[in-house]
């Protein structure tokens, strides 16, 4: 399909939204809850598919073209997708998360990896050193002399160690995405792969820890460090029993038939995601533990990749699209300094992490070279990490809650397209044709 046919396609789709707009205008009403989520379903299905194989042209990966989509659609673009209107679609959210998480685990296979555990480990302490220690430097002194959180020293602390966190922090999902789109395989691959896997986990506790040393230094109220560490242990330990059990499952439904694969892999997705939010557990862990279980204790490990990439695209849509429409691009308008600082920086650490944790391991250092570029993009986790700040500190929390979104904007819709670039520079991307 050529440009300009898709430009036509586009062009129409949202024609058709804005005639539906003004002629419920016109009637002076508006659409039931169910038509109107219905209405945005199909929208978005479509409006942001046609951007995703636009961005491909210009050499970005499709999902860069889902957030950009859902930016348009949403209240900062062209207003067509209501947030009453999504609200309903972010049921999928933790179901793409499963789907994606499914993936990351099948990836982890242990004869591919054992031999690069020290090179994993050194990369994601090397980032995470350098990163945290550059942000933190940097933006103690910046948030003090600027009075961005509060004139206060302590306040200007604690703003700076909780951001310095937040820095260290990637995106599972988006690196996943464009692992999965790509069609990339090789050491640099696996790196992302491995080094997110791991810093997810380290991200988490240095948050807590943090949080708690920032309630002590500010002498705010809260959750204690060792409830958030009772918290971590009961998520990890709840995680890995519900993923093994499921693991379990699918390998028994794998070894009987490879029929229905894809129907198969998104209803225990479903049932997985239900069991952990009634646990109170996120489905992340989980859903990497069955990942992981299929691939390295049975043979079925290829039905299963197969049977993502049959159901995968459709929940991908939506999600990106979703997370795209979320985030409030009006807030980097305020803090544009801090955010483009705040950007060099943790670029420049995690750069430097993966280069120099990689020559620590005595492997190539150009594999890091490429690999940085898989840890630029951040989503769930830093935003989710933003509005924990704002509430636990609101008199100066939300300042700092905005700067993490507008810097998590900024991230997610640079970092597939530099990641792609490098994947296919690495020579590990097979790139679908047009």
Known sequence: MTFARKFLLIATLLGLAFFTQALTASYQ????????????????????????????????????????AGVL???????????????????????????????????????????RIKALLYVAGAQSFFTFAMVFTV??????????????????????????????ANSPATAMAVITETRSRGPVSETIIGVTVLK?????????????????????????????AYHIMYDIAVSLFVGSLAGLVMISYLRVTSENVAVFVLGLAVVVVEVCQILGIGPLLA??????????????????????????????????????????VGAFADVWFFATLLVVLRMTGTYLGSVKGLKMAGENESIGGFAWTGFIGQAGVSLGFAMMISKQFPEWGAQLSTLIIAVVVVNQLVGPVLMKRSLIKAGEAEIPEE
């Open 139 to 168: 933006f103690f002194t910046v948030f003090y002399l600027s009075g961005f959180v509060g004139a206060s020293f302590a306040i200007a602390f604690s703003g700076a160690l909780l951001l310095g966190v937040v820095a260290m």
């Open 29 to 68: 009403t508006s659409l039931p809850p169910l038509a109107e989520s219905t209405f945005s379903l199909g929208f978005l299905l479509l409006f942001a598919f046609l951007l995703g194989r636009v961005t491909l042209l210009f050499g970005a990966p499709m999902i860069t073209g889902f957030l950009i």
């Open 73 to 115: 659609a949403g209240p900062f673009g062209l207003s067509v997708i209501t947030p009453e209107g999504a609200e309903p679609l972010r049921l999928v959210d933790n179901l793409a998360l499963a789907l994606i998480a499914f993936s990351a685990g099948g990836e982890l296979k242990i004869s591919k990896f054992r031999h």
């Open 200 to 228: 997810d986990v380290m991200v988490i506790a240095a948050f807590g820890l943090a949080i708690s040393v920032a309630q002590a230094v500010t002498g705010s109220e809260g959750a204690t460090g060792l409830s958030f």
């Open 287 to 328: 859903c990497i533990v069955i990942g992981f279980i299929v691939e390295n204790y049975s043979k079925e490990g290829e039905k299963l990749i197969h049977g993502l990439d049959m159901s995968s695209l459709p929940i991908f849509v939506i999600f990106f699209s979703l997370t795209g429409h979320g985030l409030d």
